[in-house]
């Protein structure tokens, strides 16, 4: 089975700033997907990012990079410029290959709620 | 239309109630997903429906019964339900389960429901 840990349960930054949330994860699988989700306050979840686990290249989308470190099963998110619309609950996901014992089932870590002061 | 809509938006339902959550998508995804969500918790998974035929049930009561009538609807039927069933229920669908995976779960809005 999996698990996805994320240490940290609140964040907050001003706005403009860099913040990095941080998960980490434990498998036995040898192929899979990591993700990170937004939930915004009462607004739906949403994905942030996505990286495959065979690719080396950490994943990038606008404001959003990971820190994908496979050795150490870390997976961290990087919020550059932050917006006050980044306020939202992160939720850092991982997901087995097709073909592995849990594919098609996504598990969670707990959280981070992070907050964008202006 | 990247959208997957739920009805009803909040549902306040006794225990003895028989009630209905509705999920429906028209992206093409041929795989669903039901989760129950609490307040400040990850979403929990509860059902999967991959080609309209239930993949996994994660030992979910029987209170809890899901329908997938075709590829684009997915349905929660509730009865007997239990105060601490109260929750946020999220719906969510991808693409071809058995394609070459990673697939972006895109979810719903979700249904709040209240048993008293």
């Known amino acids: 089975a999996q698990t996805v840990t994320q240490s940290q349960p609140e964040m907050s930054v001003q706005e403009a700033e860099t913040v990095t949330l941080s998960c980490t994860y434990d498998t036995s699988e040898s192929n899979y997907y990591l993700f990170w989700y937004k939930q915004p306050p009462s607004r739906q979840m949403i994905l942030v990012i996505r990286?495959?686990?065979?690719?080396?290249q950490n994943a990038t989308e606008n404001r959003f990079s990971v820190n994908f470190q496979k050795a150490a099963k870390s997976f961290s998110l990087k919020i550059s410029d932050s917006q006050l619309g980044d306020t939202a609950m992160y939720f850092c996901a991982f997901m087995a290959h097709a073909g592995g014992t849990s594919y098609g089932k996504l598990t969670f870590g707990q959280g981070t709620i992070l907050t964008v002061h202006p | 239309d990247t959208e997957v809509t739920q009805t009803p938006k909040h549902l306040v339902m006794g225990m003895t109630n028989k009630k209905s959550l509705k999920c429906e998508q028209h992206m093409g995804h041929r795989a669903m997903y039901w989760y129950k969500q609490k307040a400040k918790k990850p979403p929990e998974l509860m059902f999967v429906?991959?080609?309209?035929?239930?993949?996994i049930n994660e030992s979910v009561p029987s209170r809890f019964s899901p329908e997938c009538p075709n590829s684009s609807l997915l349905n929660l039927h509730l009865h007997a339900l239990q105060p601490e069933d109260s929750a946020l229920y999220l719906c969510?669908?991808?693409?071809?389960?058995?394609?070459?995976?990673?697939?972006?779960?895109?979810f719903g809005p979700g249904t709040r429901l209240t048993v008293l």
């Open positions: 969510a669908s991808s693409q071809d389960p058995a394609g070459p995976g990673g697939n972006e779960q895109f």
């Open positions: 429906y991959s080609y309209e035929k239930l993949s």
């Open positions: 990286q495959e686990a065979y690719k080396q």
